[in-house]
């Protein structure tokens, strides 16, 4: 670990999804209290309802929250945070994507009729048609140069789900014995497709072009976030029980584990900021230890 940086919250989760960009603001945020800060100096926005997933966009400079609570997505002025709209979507909006080639945002959300749809971030309205998952999508990831996104479902099933974005057609690829898949992480050049399973914990390989599962091996438990380094065919796996499992990619089948790095009980989110080689994870305040963003350097 590099070092650490003291977020000014009582209890804070970072589940954030955000483009690489120049902006390095941090976006801490508290459930409990239903407030977000960031570290420019901003303090506190009033009003969010259980913030589920942060995305900030840089080709329109704007930072969108959704609130899993009211079901709606709060847009944000990404200069000044003010808040610029409020978009509804029924129930539980949670992880969100941005798509350079389309220009559009992809929310998940909703329950048993859970599905995926999409803003224009030029006008902040949604717009398409929504991509139905059959119960609520966790983590998913879109295709840049494809015409895929991939959910993972674990209402439906345990499965995950290859959606054609033409035609919408689902096809399901199913965990064989395995259960919450929460996290996911795409090589798309490879054509692979990195779920992680809670019970039993597991890093497991489908090739997205057949559906076929190639590879899955023990990972750390409890996990929420999942990142693909492609400079170093790299994996890099948060779990809560305490670790950060490493995964080293042989091959495109072939897969293996480099190290399980210490972290703590509890800390399960974060991000990789790829172009500076940076993993960031959120730590929860405990006792009298306030909550932490702690920053760590990939090395080959």
Same mark, same amino acid.
Request: glycine share 10%; with cysteine.
């Given at each position: 670990?590099?070092?650490?940086?003291?977020?000014?919250?009582?209890r804070c989760a970072l589940?954030?999804?955000?483009?690489?960009?120049?902006?390095?603001?941090?976006?801490?945020?508290?459930?409990?209290?239903?407030?977000?800060?960031?570290?420019?100096?901003?303090?506190?926005?009033?009003?969010?309802?259980?913030?589920?997933?942060?995305?900030?966009?840089?080709?329109?400079?704007?930072?969108?929250?959704?609130?899993?609570?009211?079901?709606?997505?709060?847009?944000?002025?990404?200069?000044?945070?003010?808040?610029?709209?409020?978009?509804?979507?029924?129930?539980?909006?949670?992880?969100? #994507?941005?798509? $350079? !080639?389309?220009?559009?945002?992809? %929310?998940? &959300?909703?329950?048993?009729?859970?599905? /995926?749809?999409? =803003?224009?971030?030029?006008?902040?309205?949604?717009?398409?048609?929504?991509?139905?998952?059959?119960?609520?999508?966790?983590?998913?990831?879109?295709?840049?140069?494809?015409?895929?996104?991939?959910?993972?479902?674990?209402?439906?099933?345990?499965?995950?789900?290859?959606?054609?974005?033409?035609?919408?057609?689902?096809?399901?690829?199913?965990?064989?014995?395995?259960?919450?898949?929460?996290?996911?992480?795409?090589?798309?050049?490879?054509?692979?497709?990195?779920?992680?399973?809670?019970?039993?914990?597991?890093?497991?390989?489908?090739?997205?072009?057949?559906?076929?599962?190639?590879? #899955?091996?023990? $990972? !750390?438990?409890e996990s929420d976030d %999942?990142? &693909?380094?492609?400079?170093?065919?790299? /994996?890099?796996? =948060?779990?809560?029980?305490?670790?950060?499992?490493?995964?080293?990619?042989?091959?495109?089948?072939?897969?293996?584990?480099?190290?399980?790095?210490?972290?703590?009980?509890?800390?399960?989110?974060?991000?990789?900021?790829?172009?500076?080689?940076?993993?960031?994870?959120?730590?929860?305040?405990?006792?009298?230890?306030?909550?932490?963003?702690?920053?760590?350097?990939?090395?080959?």
């Amino acid at each position: 670990m590099s070092e650490s940086v003291h977020v000014g919250c009582n209890r804070c989760a970072l589940d954030c999804e955000r483009e690489e960009s120049p902006r390095t603001d941090a976006i801490p945020y508290d459930p409990s209290s239903a407030t977000r800060g960031a570290d420019s100096g901003t303090g506190g926005r009033q009003g969010l309802a259980q913030p589920q997933g942060p995305l900030y966009v840089a080709d329109v400079d704007k930072l969108y929250v959704a609130n899993a609570e009211d079901g709606k997505v709060r847009v944000y002025d990404g200069a000044s945070y003010a808040l610029r709209k409020t978009i509804d979507f029924g129930a539980d909006p949670d992880n969100m #994507r941005y798509d $350079a !080639a389309s220009k559009r945002v992809f %929310v998940g &959300f909703g329950e048993e009729d859970g599905g /995926i749809a999409m =803003i224009d971030p030029s006008t902040d309205e949604r717009v398409g048609q929504v991509y139905k998952t059959g119960g609520h999508p966790e983590s998913f990831q879109v295709e840049a140069s494809g015409a895929h996104i991939y959910a993972n479902v674990p209402d439906a099933g345990n499965v995950v789900e290859s959606i054609d974005r033409k035609t919408g057609a689902v096809t399901k690829w199913p965990l064989k014995g395995l259960r919450g898949n929460y996290a996911m992480a795409l090589n798309e050049e490879d054509h692979r497709l990195f779920t992680i399973t809670r019970k039993t914990p597991m890093l497991v390989v489908f090739n997205t072009e057949t559906g076929a599962e190639v590879a #899955r091996i023990q $990972a !750390a438990g409890e996990s929420d976030d %999942v990142f &693909f380094d492609a400079s170093r065919k790299r /994996i890099y796996e =948060i779990g809560g029980e305490g670790f950060i499992s490493v995964f080293q990619q042989n091959d495109p089948d072939h897969y293996e584990l480099l190290a399980n790095v210490p972290t703590g009980v509890g800390i399960r989110t974060g991000y990789f900021f790829a172009k500076r080689d940076r993993f960031y994870v959120g730590v929860p305040a405990k006792g009298n230890e306030p909550a932490q963003v702690w920053t760590y350097e990939a090395e080959d």
